[in-house]
T-cell receptor, first 114, second 110 residues
Framework: SAVISQKPSRDICQRGTSLTIQCQVDSQVTMMFWYRQQPGQSLTLIATANQGSEATYESGFVIDKFPISRPNLTFSTLTVSNMSPEDSSIYLC???????????FGPGTRLTVL | TQLLEQSPQFLSIQEGENLTVYCNSSSVFSSLQWYRQEPGEGPVLLVTVVTGGEVKKLKRLTFQFGDARKDSSLHITAAQPGDTGLYLCAGVTGTYKYIFGTGTRLKVLA
């Protein structure tokens, strides 16, 4: 299994600013994912981040708004740019294990935009 | 767009009762997973089912994958307060994407 940490765990930000969320895995993984979740609701995939290539974004999410970095096999960042109150959500990163049937999640970052 | 609908959306039961959560889709998945999530934490994988018709048991939890690999169910026997949480199914596509279900919030009262 993989242990995943995220920083910050929560933040309150002003409209128009940007926040970068960090995701650290305790082992090397090929695929990492970023999700958004409204409290108590389902997860929506934002993008897939593979080391050495650009992130692949899902419909409705664009690189200018959610730039992602994946500098090595244990680390990734997601930036939420030019934030608005609609961006208030929980942002989760995950990593795929040795099997594509394994996925491990970080604890999430709770973002509130005022 | 691939969707996974879960039912019920909310469930509040007494300790000791049995319950079943359903996860339905019109799409076929390579495999299907069930997660449980508690407040302030990320989802934790409970089980993965791969073969159509497959049944897996995890203590008091029984998971079944539909024959056509489009749907799944989670049955909990003699629910306990520790089972409280958000249950999410997730279908794995052929391109290794995870499509999450709409979620079922379970509360087990002591």
């Amino acid at each position: 299994s993989a242990v995943i940490s995220q920083k910050p765990s929560r933040d309150i930000c002003q409209r128009g600013t940007s926040l970068t969320i960090q995701c650290q895995v305790d082992s090397q993984v090929t695929m990492m994912f970023w999700y958004r979740q409204q409290p108590g609701q389902s997860l929506t995939l934002i993008a897939t981040a593979n080391q050495g290539s650009e992130a692949t974004y899902e419909s409705g999410f664009v690189i200018d708004k959610f730039p992602i970095s994946r500098p090595n096999l244990t680390f990734s960042t997601l930036t939420v740019s030019n934030m608005s109150p609609e961006d208030s959500s929980i942002y989760l990163c995950s990593a795929q294990g040795d099997s594509y049937n394994e996925q491990f999640f970080g604890p999430g970052t709770r973002l509130t935009v005022l | 767009t691939q969707l996974l609908e879960q039912s019920p959306q909310f469930l509040s039961i007494q300790e000791g009762e049995n319950l079943t959560v359903y996860c339905n889709s019109s799409s076929v998945f390579s495999s299907l997973q069930w997660y449980r999530q508690e407040p302030g934490e990320g989802p934790v994988l409970l089980v993965t089912v791969v073969t159509g018709g497959e049944v897996k048991k995890l203590k008091r939890l029984t998971f079944q994958f539909g024959d056509a690999r489009k749907d799944s169910s989670l049955h909990i026997t003699a629910a306990q307060p520790g089972d409280t949480g958000l249950y999410l199914c997730a279908g794995v596509t052929g391109t290794y994407k995870y499509i999450f279900g709409t979620g079922t919030r379970l509360k087990v009262l002591a």
